[in-house]
């Protein structure tokens, strides 16, 4: 990915078939569904790719056991054949977990026993493995420091588990690679109409400061939780479409969670499940349900998150997680559609996805989440070729093999997630630039260059957080090494000692946010 080149193509004054408004898991499965298809596509991100709730979530490729208790039989069915197609596509990115319930009442066994044989049934072909009830010592055997008083046996399933914003990182050089135009740090400040309809887009680059003015046939909103902001763009008056919800999570050492299997804890003090899964040799531990009134770029866990996430984990583990015990820290926002109703309880907002087209033709992609990416982007670009009278193309990314394919990745190997480009990175420069700057977490000269040169890195944070996941890991050591990775990236970029230092100080504002 080339941003100099990208935004000399603003310049150009051509007319783009469809462009896309943001660079998460929606808009990027679009950008890759239209280029696959042959569209003229261009996607701008205000931010950084997966900036928001896209790198933020549970990592998790998953139907939703939840999601099946509450009824929700069409989701479930979806997003297991989805996930199976995104295993299918990255093998190099998603893997299989199994995750184990340990029951404290007789009455949960036969109830979640009987639920995921149904949850197994519908993942048909695509299934990663059967469920299995345990007695008492197969779950300590399992999981060796699970709260053994009271437990009365277990239940063993099989989900999937990946990287979210390296997914993103993924999808975004596929987009590439079939032509597509992608930018970052391209914000959107106004439409523009022609009788009424939405006929271009005025576009600021936030880092050089320039506009654009950019043609097009059609415009597709996939901004998440910012939706409103752009449809106020178009009908300033219109109501609110996003109602948006807070998710928590903590990142504790691996010690906390001893053996390969997560933990799903199926009752939480709000009626919530509760994760502890294995990630990048640490454990992710989450998530809350909290409704919020406006959308920020960093969102901060609350309080009485931090306070009921620790509660409800100590209940399950021997070895009981405290505040100091955290590594990091990262609050997420989910892009729940809005609807009718009065209820406050944002679990019961279905996480179905939405695809809205305004009087103008704006098309804006509402709720869903990670495991349906593809398929959001597939009903939005169907509905985008209509509104745009684009010529009709069917949609190829069902056995779409994404960028960096390897179906013999080491998944205990720190550059798995780069699939084939791992030898290439591997071979960049000096052996010695393979070594890590941390012994809490992989990150060598070698990546950080990789991601200036070839992922459209341009901060540290972009670095840090999301082309490798430091900051989501071990926020202090982070800060640690972050002057080491902006020199690097300044002798990449061509920049000089006082973008170091903005840098540098701009990451540790931000960094605060994830230590607790």
């Known amino acids: ?64 056991v939840r999601y099946l208790q509450n009824g929700d039989i069409s989701l479930v069915i979806e997003a297991l054949k989805e996930r ?25 066994s036969p109830f979640y026993g009987l639920g995921l044989k149904v949850y197994d049934m519908m993942a048909g072909k695509m299934g990663l493995g059967p469920s299995t ?44 690679n079939l032509g597509a135009t992608l930018i970052n740090y391209a914000e959107v400040t106004d439409l523009f109409k022609e009788n009424d309809l939405i006929s271009g887009l005025e576009v600021l680059d936030r880092e050089l400061g320039e506009k654009f003015n950019v043609k097009t046939k059609v415009v597709i909103n996939a901004t998440g939780v910012f939706s409103d902001q752009i449809v106020k763009l178009d009908q300033p008056r219109a109501r609110p479409i996003i109602r948006p919800s807070q998710g928590v999570h903590l990142v504790l050492e691996r010690a906390f969670l001893d053996g390969p299997h997560a933990i799903m804890i199926p009752h939480t003090s709000d009626g919530r499940v509760l994760f502890a899964v294995p990630w990048h040799d640490h454990v992710v531990v989450g998530t809350t349900d909290t409704p919020i009134d406006r959308a920020d770029e960093e969102p901060k866990a609350l309080e009485e998150e931090i306070a ?20 990091s820290v990262f609050a997420g926002l ?17 996480r179905h996805h939405k695809v809205n087209v305004s009087t103008s033709g704006l098309i804006s992609v509402l709720g869903g989440k990670w495991t349906t990416y593809r398929k959001m982007g597939e009903d939005a670009i169907n509905t985008a070729a209509l509104v745009g009278g684009l010529k009709e193309q069917k949609c190829k990314t069902k056995k779409l093999l994404l960028h960096g394919y390897d179906e013999n990745t080491e998944i205990n190997d720190p550059l798995h997630v780069y699939g084939a480009d791992r030898q290439k990175i ?10 890590s700057l941390s012994d809490k977490f ?31 890991l071990d ?27 903005q840098e540098l100080k701009d990451f540790k504002t931000i960094t605060q946010n994830y230590i607790l």
């Open 475 to 501: 926020a202090k050591d982070t800060l640690r090494i972050a002057p080491k990775v902006a020199e690097i990236m300044a002798t990449a970029l061509k920049k000089d000692d006082e973008w170091i230092a």
């Open 84 to 108: 199976g197609i995104m295993k299918r596509n990255a093998p190099q990115l998603v893997k299989d977990m199994s995750f184990v319930i340990p029951f404290y009442d007789w009455w949960n």
């Open 133 to 176: 009830l345990l007695n008492k010592d197969e779950t300590i055997e399992l999981i060796n420091n699970v709260k053994k008083d009271g437990l009365k046996g277990g239940v063993i399933y099989h989900d999937g588990q990946f990287d979210d914003s390296r997914m993103a990182i993924t999808l975004a050089l596929t987009a590439t």
């Open 334 to 350: 989910r892009p729940l559609a809005a609807q009718q109703g009065d209820s406050t309880q944002t679990k019961e907002v279905s």
């Open 442 to 472: 992989y990150i060598s000269k070698n990546l950080i260059l990789w991601s200036v040169d070839n992922e459209m890195a341009i901060h540290i944070e972009d670095v840090l957080a999301r082309r490798v996941r430091c900051l989501f």
């Open 308 to 327: 009921f996430i620790l509660s409800n984990a100590s209940q399950y583990m021997t070895k009981k997680p405290k505040r100091e015990d955290v590594k």
């Open 426 to 435: 591997i071979s960049m420069g000096k052996p010695r630039d393979n070594d």
């Open 1 to 64: 990915m080339d941003r100099i080149s990208s935004i000399k193509s603003l310049g150009k004054g051509d007319q783009w078939d469809i462009v896309i408004i943001g660079g998460g898991a929606s808009g990027l499965g679009a950008v890759v569904d239209a280029a696959k298809r042959g569209y003229k596509t261009l996607l701008l991100e205000k931010n950084d790719f997966a900036k928001g709730t896209s790198s933020r979530s549970t990592k998790l490729v998953h139907g939703g």
